[in-house]
């Protein structure tokens, strides 16, 4: 199976060349992914750098499908900057709540620390997830909860509450719409 | 097709953006399902490439649905020791939404944010101390985060109910604390004007 050597539908090594051949050959398709996938060339030029720069310290093994990976990697990429995104207006937004109250003492602000600032969002967001699982209906909630919390595929939810597999996609809409509210009111 | 307005707090490279723009469910279900498409190996990437191309809403739905994926993966371990199991539920148990001892978590929340409040309003001096007192018992009150364990059921024990849950860990957040204090001090500006 090595012999194919590199191919889309089978990279050798996921180390260095082979992976570096492949993005060469679907560079233009990775930007284009990119353009849409960020909204601006700039950003797109930069991530698809990145991603270049990357390829070198991807660890060696088969890879299944090279092109799917470097799409996956791109799309990783463009998920931590949205991530940092949200936790830099976060701080923001924190920081506006602060100041925007009667701060007698500006000096007083500095003192809190980002790091217990993100956790307290956290936790504040796991009690808000956990309130609006509690709110769902009986068939939605057992779905998410069996689903995304232990795991279990859909066919497996399915089975356990013995319904259909498009019942399943449908609690799990609901539960995901409710969720999403929770998190966005 | 049922669409409503909604905030999207995104992020520009200028800073945070916040706008209002309409969402339609369809999109937002679209969004899931690419999500959901791209755990697999034989994900279409040509096709998302096309999806996120038609409509620049897209892309504000797809990082929406990615950072709640985000957040549910975040929360997890979490929700495994607050939420009855599946099991407990298929038994019929009593379980955490139906537990009597539930409204100790808001009533404790509650207590708590009183006896902050009053030594607050109590306190002589001027606006500067009433101010920075403030600052002082909220950091205590986060850094102890007590008001969270108010309502965060220790393992072992039997949990306590969400709803007031939910109502304590509001409380509890900032814009509703920072809200308390604006409250404090505009009752302290009063009282000072009275004199």
């Known amino acids: ?185 | 097709m049922a669409s409503f307005m909604r905030t999207i707090i995104s992020g520009t490279k200028g800073g945070a953006l916040t706008m209002t723009e309409p969402m339609d469910d369809d999109i937002w279900n679209n969004a899931l399902e690419w999500h959901s498409a791209q755990q697999q190996d034989d994900c279409d990437w040509d096709g998302f490439t096309a999806w996120l191309e038609a409509d620049a809403r897209h892309r504000a739905a797809f990082d929406e649905v990615a950072l709640l994926e985000d957040s549910l993966a975040r929360a997890c371990p979490a929700l495994q020791s607050i939420l009855p199991s599946d099991s407990d539920e298929a038994a019929g148990k009593k379980s955490v939404w139906h537990n009597p001892w539930a409204g100790l978590g808001a009533g404790a929340a509650a207590a708590a944010i009183a006896l902050l409040a009053v030594p607050m309003l109590a306190t002589g001096g001027g606006g500067a101390i009433l101010g920075r007192g403030w600052v002082r018992a909220r950091r205590q009150l986060r850094s102890r985060s007590w008001l969270f364990r108010c309502w965060r059921p220790a393992e072992g024990r039997s949990p306590i109910r969400l709803g007031p849950a939910k109502r304590a860990a509001s409380i509890w957040r900032t814009d509703h604390m920072s809200s308390l204090r604006r409250r404090a001090a505009s009752l302290w500006a009063r009282a000072a004007s009275v004199k």
């Open chain 1, 1 to 185: 199976m090595l012999a194919r050597g590199i191919r889309d539908d089978m990279t050798e090594l996921g180390s260095g060349s082979g992976l570096k051949q492949l993005y060469e050959l679907h560079r233009a398709e990775l930007l284009r992914f990119l353009v849409a996938r960020v909204g601006e060339r700039e950003e797109a030029e930069d991530v698809v750098q990145e991603l270049w720069l990357k390829l070198g310290s991807v660890p060696a093994g088969p890879i299944g499908n090279g092109r799917a990976y470097l799409f996956r990697m791109a799309q990783n990429l463009v998920l931590d900057r949205v991530r940092e995104r949200r936790r830099r207006a976060r701080r923001e937004q924190q920081w506006m709540v602060q100041e925007t109250g009667v701060e007698p003492d500006g000096g007083e602000v500095a003192d809190y620390a980002p790091n217990a600032e993100d956790l307290l969002s956290e936790r504040d967001e796991v009690a808000r997830i956990a309130s609006a699982i509690a709110n769902l209906p009986e068939g939605a909630r057992r779905t998410f909860r069996l689903h995304k919390i232990d795991g279990l595929s859909h066919a497996e939810v399915a089975t356990r509450l013995g319904i259909s597999k498009s019942g399943v996609e449908k609690h799990m809409a609901v539960a995901m719409k409710h969720l999403r509210r929770a998190l966005t009111d």
